[in-house]
């Protein structure tokens, strides 16, 4: 199982883009050399392979690739816009392994999957000292929506920074699905509940604990979606997702108990 690159935000294509590729062959190579033990190989890709960032509406499915940010890092190298230089690198990655395998799958002789989460939210698993070590998903959950210490996210990006979502147990089942039903079978499986936005949580937290220092107004207004077909991931894995409101009342419950909010 090959899990997901961390997030980082890179102004240079060679800091990001041949480390996720090379890393991901690296692995599928290996894999190859004692191919006797193995069945199946799962990679963790991401939403950002099948998404772009323009700004139509729309709802993506596996058939979809992003070729918004590859074409943009291809044309404009070390110029690309740092947020495109990291969606391209998950789209670039994933497609290398699914090109390598098709070029050798009948030499392997085993199967390759690959889960596409979203933004993981959700309880941490890893032990860290203090919110500032949370990693961009949750940092974004808990800086940007609560305690308003993230500079990027203002009232108007917490209404824009739109991306779909999943629960961390949700994905961590989605693996283990994607190991054991034998359907999985080189499949690609988007694995986003839907699509929030920064005040989507802060409406949340709002909701169960309206007590809590909240950085932004509770806003009974439409939100807007980018939107993840999950049916195949809810079909084929069996996977039955859990709401916002879940995760972050599950998540203030972690947060509490490591003393980061009263």
């Known amino acids: ?69 590859t074409q943009e890092i291809e044309e404009k190298g070390d110029a690309t816009d740092p947020t495109h230089i990291y969606l391209g690198s998950k789209a670039l990655a994933e497609k290398a392994a699914w090109e390598w395998y098709e070029s050798a799958k009948e030499k392997v002789g085993w199967d390759l999957v690959a889960i596409l989460p979203g933004f993981v939210f959700g309880p941490l698993l890893q032990e860290i000292d203090s919110p500032s070590q949370l990693n961009y998903s949750m940092g974004l959950f808990f800086q940007g929506a609560m305690s308003g210490t993230s500079s990027e996210v203002t009232q108007e990006k ?20 994607a190991l054991t039903v034998e359907a999985a079978k080189n499949q690609r499986f988007i694995t986003s509940n839907w699509s929030c936005c920064v005040q989507d949580i802060s409406n949340a937290v709002h909701k169960i604990n309206p007590n809590i220092p909240n950085r932004f107004p509770y806003l009974q207004i439409p939100l807007p979606a980018k939107n993840f077909d999950s049916g195949k991931s809810k079909a084929v894995l069996g996977i039955k997702y859990k709401s916002l409101e879940e995760t972050t009342k599950d998540s203030l419950a972690d947060f509490k108990k490591r003393g980061w909010i009263q």
């Open 1 to 69: 199982m090959h899990t997901a690159s961390p997030f980082i935000v890179a102004t240079k294509v060679d800091d990001v883009v041949p480390p996720a590729v090379e890393g991901t062959l690296s692995i599928l190579k290996s894999a190859a050399k004692y191919n006797s033990s193995i069945k199946r190989v799962i990679v963790t890709s991401s939403i950002a392979s099948v998404m772009d960032l323009h700004p139509t509406m729309r709802t993506y499915t596996e058939e979809d690739w992003n070729t918004h940010s």
């Open 158 to 177: 917490a209404l824009t920074l739109i991306g779909g979502w999943v629960d961390v147990r949700d994905v961590a089942d989605a693996h283990v699905a």
